[in-house]
């Protein structure tokens, strides 16, 4: 899928060192023949215990998961909508990612300033987040002087476009992004033709010192940070960026001995990828035969010809049925020769939406 969340955060908060986590956690290049993109930009497979347990179940002579993308935006300062620092640049690498990962600092060290002379998590949020709302308002504020010239001649697509934008420089004029609005679904097709930055979805990932990472419920800059993004229904990842460079570089094994003497049932790395994941309104699928048992990634909300074609654009054009049981179920029936003779194997057509978990064979025709 070509889908991509965008990594962000003030200078010396741990952007650099939780995106080089992910590179070097990245996506066997073998699997993923065009993962050999922009340097800024990492691929980065999706941890599953599922894959894992369907690949003791099958016994194929291969397994693959599924990857999404991490795209490394360019540094931030105060006045980046005005064009201060790398102010263009940046904005214009968020418009092009689907979501946001604000990298927020949750750690002291006199080793390491603060771009601000002082550790302000939410400071540091409300910096990012203002400048995106600037960068909105004005566009907001270009598009309405053209509108508005039609809505008084009583257009009224431009009437009902009008009271949208209104509503929304309202809004960035509150210092408040587009998302925080609820807009009725034909509202919804302008705001997204706006493209606006604001209207992202945002997953901060609170980076501790390595002397919370086992318990960060001590720390008060996590706790101010999970108060502001539970106002804003937005998730909190915490991350020790510095053990996760490290744990990157370790075998599995070796990894998971790392974790269990820091008291970490899963790395942090492994939590923001599934969040993520999710936050982007992806989805996973398998196919599991003996030759290979694979993951697939999918959009929530498509329908079977259109994931067939995820695989091959042959599989959507000639679909004819999909041959579908849930995960669940053929765990439980402990092949899917049992899961068919238990009556869990069904056949499903064009209309059918894929689900979470679901283990598909196509059947097609060209």
């Known amino acids: 899928m070509a889908l ?3 990594i962000v955060g003030l200078p010396n908060v741990g952007k650099s060192t939780l995106f080089n986590a992910i590179t070097k956690a ?16 990492g691929i980065v497979e999706v941890p599953d215990h ?3 347990k369907l690949t003791e179940l099958v016994q194929p002579k291969k397994t693959v998961p599924t990857a999404f993308e991490f795209t490394d935006i360019a540094g931030i300062v105060k006045g980046a909508s005005k064009g201060e620092g790398l102010g263009n640049k940046f904005l214009s690498h968020i418009r092009q ?3 946001i990962v604000h ?11 603060h771009v601000s002379g002082k550790v302000d998590p939410i400071d540091d949020i409300e910096t990012i987040n203002l400048e995106l709302v600037l960068a909105d308002l004005e566009s907001v504020d270009k598009r309405i002087g053209r509108v508005e010239k039609m809505a008084r001649q009583k257009d009224k697509d431009a009437m009902f476009e009008y009271e949208v934008l209104a509503k929304l420089k309202e809004t960035f004029e509150a210092d408040q992004p587009a998302r925080s609005i609820e807009f009725t679904e034909e509202q919804m097709k302008i705001v997204k033709g706006l493209h606006l930055l604001t209207s992202k979805q945002v997953l901060y990932a609170a980076n501790v010192g390595d002397e919370d990472v086992a318990d960060p419920s001590g720390n008060e800059y996590v706790k101010r940070v999970l108060e502001y993004a539970e106002k804003e229904n937005s998730q909190v990842i915490v991350v020790c960026a510095k053990i996760e460079e490290e ?3 370790l075998d599995d094994d070796e990894k998971a001995m790392f974790l269990e003497e820091l008291g970490i049932e899963e790395s942090g790395l492994d939590q923001l990828i599934r969040a993520t994941y999710n936050l982007l309104g992806l989805a996973t699928y398998f196919t599991a035969g003996v030759q ?14 259109q994931c067939a074609g995820i695989i091959h654009t042959d599989f959507e054009k000639g679909f004819i049925r999909a041959e579908t049981v849930s995960y669940d179920d053929l765990l439980t029936a402990g092949s899917m020769t049992a899961a068919r003779e ?3 194997v069904r056949l499903e057509g064009k209309e059918y939406l894929v689900k979470d978990g679901d283990v598909i064979h196509f059947r097609f025709n060209v």
């Open 4 to 6: 991509t969340a965008g």
């Open 26 to 41: 990245g996506a066997e290049a073998a699997n993923y023949p065009f993962c050999t993109i922009d340097p800024n930009v």
């Open 50 to 52: 599922r894959l894992q």
């Open 97 to 99: 990612v689907d979501a």
């Open 103 to 113: 990298v927020v600092r949750c750690f002291a060290s006199d080793d390491i300033t």
């Open 247 to 249: 744990v990157a570089e």
């Open 292 to 305: 290979e048992v694979r993951a697939w990634t999918f959009k929530k909300g498509m329908k079977a010809p």
């Open 342 to 344: 238990a009556g869990k």
